[in-house]
C-alpha cells in the first residue's frame, strides 16, 4: 500500500472510525510522507510539534482559499470559520486572540472549579435517577455533551435554557473540518452556520442592551469600542468557534476516556481511590485517543522537515493523533500507561494556534473522571457505542452505559458518606 492508498484508506469511513492502523502505515514511509504533488502527511511527534511552532507555516489563508476551494465565499460554514482566529494568520489571529485571551487564564480557568465539580455532581445525580431500574443511560447526552457545554455557556453569557439548542448546530457545521466533505455535509454545515450567526446576532443585540459579566459583553465592547480590533463578521465568527471549540473537543474526550478507562479496570480503579493522580491520567487519555487528530497547515518558503524537502506552498496534514503515537516519543505507544513520563500531546496543537480553552478543557476532564468513578462504582458499557464517522474530531456520536449499584450517597463535594480519611 503507498501513501496515497493508505490516504484514501484513512479517509474512508473505516478509516476515519479506526485510523490508529493506517497511521502505522504511514509512519512506515517515514515522520513526513508525500501523498501528492506539494502535499504531505505527518505522523512524526517532533516533526509536528516543530511545524506547529515554525513561523514559516501557516493556516490556509483567504487567498489559498481561492485557489483550493472556489466559491468558498459562498456557503456560509466555511466563510464564518475563516474569519475566525482559527482559520487565520497573524497579524489578524494575534489580534483576535489576546481579545478572548483574558477569559482563559489559568487563575480564571482555577476559579472554575467549583462551578465544574458542581455541575458533574448535578449530572450524576441526573443519571443514577434514570437507571435505578438497571437500564442503560446514553453517556454522551446525559454527561459528555452537557458538562462542557455548560460551562463554556457560562463563560459567554448563554442562557442556561439555550444549550440544548447547540449540538446539532455545532455537529453539523463542524463538518468543515474535515479533510474531505460531501455536498450533503456541506449543506448541513451551512445549515449549522446561519442557525448559530443568527442565534449570536440575537445575543450581541440583547447584550448591547444590557451588558453583563461575561465574554460576549467583552467582545461585543471590543467592536463597539473600536472597530479595527475586531470586525463585525469577526465578532459573530469568533463567538461560534468560541462556543464550538469551548466544548466539542471535550465533549469528545470524556467519552473517548471513559471507554478507555472502563477498559482498564485496575487503572479506574487506581483513580477512583486516589483521584489527585487525575492531571497524569488526562494527559495520558489525550495522547492515547485524542479528541482532535489533526490539523493542517500551509508553507510560505522552501523547508525540510523528516528529510523531505517542502517548497513553498506544501500542504501539510499534521496527523496530531499519529503524532501521539509515535514509537520514537513514546515507547509502547498503543498501550494505555497513565504513569508515562513526560506526557505532552499534542491533542490541542502547539505554537501560535494551541487551543485557547485547553486548560478548561483539561479541569472538566479531571474534575469528571474521579467523581465518575467515584459516584458510579459499577459503571460498564452496555454496548459498544456509536462512533462519528469523522476524522478530525474523533468521538462518539452515542455510548451507552449502566451505572453499577446505587451510587454513594455525598456528604460534601469531595467525600462519599462513610469514606474515611480525606480526600486528596
Known amino acids: 500500500m503507498d501513501p496515497a492508498d493508505a490516504l484514501a484508506l484513512l479517509l474512508s469511513p473505516q478509516g476515519r472510525v479506526n485510523p490508529y492502523p493506517t497511521y502505522e502505515r504511514l509512519r512506515g ?17 517532533a516533526e509536528a510539534d516543530a511545524i506547529l511552532r515554525d513561523a514559516r507555516f501557516g493556516v ?3 487567498d489559498l ?11 456560509p460554514a466555511v466563510a464564518s470559520i475563516s474569519r475566525s482566529m482559527l482559520r487565520t494568520n497573524p497579524p489578524d489571529h494575534s489580534r483576535m486572540r489576546r481579545l478572548a485571551a483574558g477569559a482563559f487564564t489559568p487563575r480564571r480557568i482555577a476559579a472554575m472549579r467549583d462551578v465544574v ?3 458533574a455532581d448535578e449530572l450524576v445525580d441526573g443519571m443514577v435517577a434514570r437507571t ?3 437500564e442503560p443511560v446514553d453517556f454522551m447526552a446525559e454527561f459528555a455533551y452537557p458538562l462542557p457545554v455548560a460551562v463554556i455557556c457560562a463563560l459567554l453569557g448563554v442562557p442556561a435554557a439555550d444549550r440544548p439548542l447547540f449540538r446539532r448546530w455545532a455537529t453539523d457545521l463542524t463538518g468543515v473540518l474535515e479533510p474531505e466533505i460531501s455536498p450533503d455535509e456541506l449543506a448541513l454545515a451551512d445549515r449549522g452556520a446561519m442557525e448559530l450567526r443568527d442565534y449570536f446576532t440575537d445575543l450581541v443585540a440583547a447584550r448591547r442592551r444590557a451588558p453583563a459579566d461575561d465574554l460576549t459583553t467583552a467582545l461585543v465592547q471590543a467592536h463597539d469600542g473600536d472597530g479595527d480590533r475586531l470586525s463585525g463578521d469577526e465578532l459573530l465568527a469568533n463567538l461560534v468557534v468560541l462556543l464550538v471549540a469551548g466544548f466539542e473537543t471535550t465533549t469528545n474526550l470524556l467519552g473517548n476516556g471513559l471507554v478507555v478507562l472502563l477498559d482498564h479496570p485496575a487503572e479506574a480503579a487506581t483513580l477512583r481511590e486516589r483521584p489527585e493522580f487525575a492531571p497524569g491520567y488526562v494527559e495520558e487519555l489525550l495522547r492515547y485517543d485524542s479528541p482532535v487528530q489533526l490539523t493542517s497547515r500551509m508553507s510560505t518558503a522552501p523547508t525540510r522537515y523528516g528529510g523531505v524537502d517542502l517548497p513553498a506552498g506544501s ?6 493523533g499519529a503524532a501521539n503515537r509515535d514509537p520514537g516519543r513514546y515507547p509502547e505507544p498503543g498501550r494505555f500507561d497513565p504513569w508515562r513520563p513526560a506526557v505532552h500531546p499534542l491533542s490541542f496543537g502547539a505554537g501560535p494556534h494551541y487551543c485557547l480553552g485547553a486548560g478548561l478543557a483539561r479541569l472538566e476532564a479531571q474534575v469528571a473522571f474521579p467523581l ?36 454513594s450517597p455525598v456528604t460534601d463535594r469531595g467525600t462519599p458518606a462513610g469514606a474515611t480519611g480525606s480526600t486528596p
Open 132 to 134: 435505578r431500574a438497571g
Open 372 to 407: 465518575l468513578l467515584r459516584r458510579l462504582p459499577g459503571p460498564a458499557l452496555a454496548g459498544p457505542g456509536e462512533r462519528r464517522v469523522r476524522l478530525t474530531l474523533r468521538g462518539y456520536a452515542t455510548l451507552p452505559v449502566t451505572v453499577g449499584d446505587e451510587a
Open 29 to 45: 514511509y517515514g515522520p513526513v510522507v508525500q501523498a501528492g504533488p506539494a502535499f504531505h502527511l505527518v505522523t512524526g511527534y
Open 315 to 320: 500542504w501539510l496534514i499534521v496527523l496530531l
Open 117 to 119: 465539580e458542581a455541575q
Open 65 to 75: 482559499r481561492d485557489q483550493f476551494l472556489p466559491g468558498w465565499r459562498e456557503s
Open 60 to 62: 490556509m489563508d483567504d
